[in-house]
């Protein structure tokens, strides 16, 4: 996930190479729902229609109102495309990204805080939203977590991606997995004394199928709550006491 860390990462550069290319990004731009919709549109569309014209003579009004809604949702589902959607602004085919950075400082000396968030076991002792995080092996761990009460729970496999002893860890969810989920922390010594932290943690959620009702749980009360989560790690830290965790919303 190159919003994280993109020093980690060397990707080819992508460039525009003509009219063609040119020609796709419009077409690209131009659809602004993803296929799950635009299957739902159609079929919910055609079913309209035929049910509009099966009673456009005996119910005209009601008929003809099935008609035209029919013809629009069809069209929704044929063109990938929604005036409303562009109006407001909004595009089912992108994913939904929450990306949060916190920075702070602990009073705690910098191999300690470091060996503790090695662990990644210990994460769920101060995150509402991460319910378990169980580690294979050295590299690799199996997360879960909850971001909405009522919703099911949402699993995937991590890896670390880069690791410098006492200070820096980097993890990313591997290929394939139900969710995108990167992290880093920096740990640096504090003028002061203690350790001075950058946290980043960074969802995104696939296009299509699942990733469309994962999206719909990224809001800013649960980005506000994974702000908070990253805080709650100062407190634990500090006192090894867990913090008073008011419930998921």
């Not at 809604?69 to 595009?91: E, N, Q, V």
């Not at 509402?128 to 949402?154: C, G, M, Y």
Request: charged share 25%; hydrophobic share 35%; aromatic share 10%.
């Amino acid at each position: 996930m190159a919003l994280i860390y993109p020093d980690m990462y060397n990707h080819p550069e992508k460039y525009n190479t003509g009219n063609t290319e040119n020609h796709f990004n419009l077409r690209n731009e131009y659809h602004n729902i993803n296929t799950p919709e635009r299957i739902v549109s159609v079929i919910g569309g055609a079913l309209l229609l035929y049910s509009g014209l099966t009673s456009i003579f005996n119910n005209p009004a009601t008929g003809m109102a099935k008609l035209v809604a029919g013809g629009t949702l069809f069209m929704r589902g044929s063109t990938g495309h929604c005036p409303l959607y562009k109006l407001i602004g909004a595009d089912s085919t992108k994913p939904e990204v929450i990306n949060i950075k916190q920075h702070f400082i602990v009073n705690k000396p910098k191999e300690e805080v470091y060996q503790f968030w090695r662990k990644l076991e210990n994460l769920p002792l101060f995150m509402r939203h991460i319910e378990s995080v169980e580690e294979r092996d050295p590299i690799r761990s199996h997360w879960k977590a909850k971001f909405l009460k009522n919703t099911p729970p949402v699993s995937w496999d991590a890896e670390i991606v880069k690791e410098i002893e006492n200070h820096f860890i980097g993890w990313h969810s591997v290929k394939g997995s139900a969710l995108d989920h990167g992290g880093k922390v920096e740990f640096n010594d504090a003028p002061d004394g203690g350790t001075e932290l950058e946290v980043v943690f960074s969802y995104q959620s696939p296009i299509g199928g699942i990733g469309t009702g994962l999206a719909r749980q990224f809001s800013p009360a649960l980005e506000e709550i994974i702000r908070e989560d990253i805080l709650y790690f100062k407190h634990f830290i500090e006192t090894k006491e867990l913090p008073e965790i008011e419930p998921k919303v």
